[in-house]
């Protein structure tokens, strides 16, 4: 039987190699010169090895931070870029084209009647040969737009497109005033425009405190309150010739043709001339709605002619008479659109935004019958 020879091994106390080339002898290259491989790099230098899967997920981690980041950004820009818009349009300087078919003129009472406005045919020239180089300004009211500002313009561009036909007169610059205006800050703004010009006459000035009054959609009562409203960064006395205006335009405006070209003068002591003579009011109303004037001097000349006329008793018009300026006001809608009404002794008008002239005249002449019949069915 043999003996077993037993030998002492003195293992370290550390059994990790201290260095990679104590752990194991280098390998042998068979392919001298060529790059060495990372993993083996790495393998030598003792550094953690990485999973697939714990790298696709810290990679996923690293891009959802950023994406959000970036959303995050691109929402703070977007509300930063709303507000600017919405304060940029509350100053109606946000401006786009807009179709002349989508804007209407219903909610706003005007002061100058285009077809008497003997500056639209120099509007027109000037925005053919240099185009719009004041924007209009509307609302929008859910179906298109309410024009705010800009009548006079949009009237040549309406005109121009009707007789030219191009594009370019299709499309109209506007500015976008922010919804939820009152009516008097609309009215204001219009105002407000309106006082720059150099050429407005204080009939048209009395014609939109007038307007403003009938408007059944304002809270004003009478020509008094309108003016002191609407013109309240004019001066007292200019309001004061405003108010005697409206009470011209209220004795006479229906049969004027040309009332913007009143001198200041004549219709103050016409004005005082007619409350103070009833007679010659009520002969003068005939001698306009006889005539035809064909240029503002022979309207003109008619009214200082009246100033002319014998005077009767003077005294205050009677309040039967006064009573006849007594007016009713009101809006209706219909399928068509809104109507505004204005009833007062002796004539009715309505106004809507719908051309009456290419009604045929018997569908015309049946409708008129129709209204009376109906107005006067619970009379009979």
């Known amino acids: 039987m043999s003996k077993r020879r037993m030998f002492d091994i003195d293992f370290p106390s550390d059994p990790t190699p201290a260095t990679p080339e104590a752990a194991s002898p280098a390998p042998v290259d068979p392919h001298p010169g060529a790059p060495a491989l990372e993993t083996k790099s790495a393998f030598r230098s003792?550094?953690?090895?990485?999973?697939?899967?714990?790298?696709?997920?810290?990679?996923?981690?690293?891009?959802?931070?950023?994406?959000?980041?970036?959303?995050?950004?691109?929402?703070?820009?977007?509300?930063?870029?709303?507000?600017?818009?919405?304060?940029?349009?509350?100053?109606?300087?946000?401006?786009?084209?807009?179709?002349?078919?989508?804007?209407?003129?219903?909610?706003?009472?005007r002061d100058r009647a285009v077809n008497r406005d003997?500056?639209?045919?120099?509007?027109?020239?000037?925005?053919?040969?240099?185009?719009?180089?004041?924007?209009?300004?509307?609302?929008?009211?859910?179906?298109?737009?309410?024009?705010?500002?800009?009548?006079?313009?949009?009237?040549?561009?309406?005109?121009?497109?009707?007789?030219?036909?191009?594009?370019?007169f299709r499309?109209?610059?506007?500015?976008?005033?922010?919804?939820?205006?009152?009516?008097?800050?609309?009215?204001?703004?219009?105002?407000?425009?309106?006082?720059?010009?150099?050429?407005?006459?204080?009939?048209?000035?009395?014609?939109?405190?007038l307007s403003y009054s009938q408007d059944p959609e304002t809270d004003s009562d009478s020509v008094e309150d309108s003016v002191a409203l609407l013109y309240a960064s004019a001066g007292r006395q200019k309001r004061s010739y405003i108010r005697h205006f409206a009470e011209l335009l209220e004795l006479i405006g229906e049969e004027l043709s040309y009332a913007e070209a009143i001198p200041r003068a004549l219709g103050?002591?016409?004005?005082?001339?007619?409350?103070?003579?009833?007679?010659?009011l009520e002969s003068l109303r005939?001698?306009?709605?006889?005539?035809?004037?064909?240029?503002?001097?022979?309207?003109?000349?008619?009214l200082r002619q009246a100033l002319k006329a014998p005077a009767s008793d003077v005294r205050e018009a009677s309040t039967s008479q006064?009573?006849?300026?007594?007016?009713?006001?009101?809006?209706?809608?219909?399928?068509?659109?809104?109507?505004?009404?204005?009833?007062?002794?002796?004539?009715?008008?309505?106004?809507?935004?719908?051309?009456?002239?290419?009604?045929d005249q018997r569908r015309l002449e049946a409708a008129i019958t129709a209204f009376f019949d109906a107005l006067d069915g619970d009379q009979t």
Not at 268 to 280: F, R
Not at 335 to 342: D, I
């Open 46 to 109: 003792g550094e953690a090895r990485r999973g697939p899967m714990a790298t696709a997920i810290s990679e996923n981690a690293e891009a959802l931070r950023t994406r959000a980041e970036v959303e995050q950004n691109i929402r703070a820009e977007n509300d930063r870029l709303a507000h600017e818009f919405v304060r940029l349009k509350t100053l109606g300087l946000v401006v786009d084209r807009i179709p002349l078919d989508l804007i209407s003129t219903s909610k706003l009472i």
């Open 268 to 280: 103050l002591d016409l004005k005082k001339h007619l409350l103070e003579n009833p007679a010659t």
């Open 118 to 168: 003997p500056e639209l045919e120099e509007l027109k020239e000037s925005i053919r040969d240099l185009g719009l180089s004041n924007p209009i300004r509307v609302e929008e009211d859910g179906e298109g737009y309410q024009l705010v500002q800009g009548f006079r313009r949009l009237s040549a561009y309406r005109a121009l497109y009707e007789e030219t036909g191009e594009e370019q």
């Open 286 to 302: 005939q001698r306009l709605r006889e005539r035809s004037f064909s240029s503002a001097e022979e309207e003109l000349a008619v």
């Open 171 to 209: 499309l109209i610059p506007a500015g976008l005033v922010a919804r939820g205006e009152t009516l008097q800050g609309l009215y204001r703004r219009m105002v407000d425009e309106n006082l720059v010009r150099r050429d407005i006459s204080f009939a048209e000035m009395a014609q939109l405190a």
């Open 322 to 359: 006064r009573a006849g300026m007594a007016k009713t006001t009101l809006r209706c809608s219909v399928p068509a659109g809104t109507v505004r009404c204005l009833a007062r002794d002796g004539r009715i008008e309505m106004a809507m935004e719908r051309d009456f002239s290419a009604v």
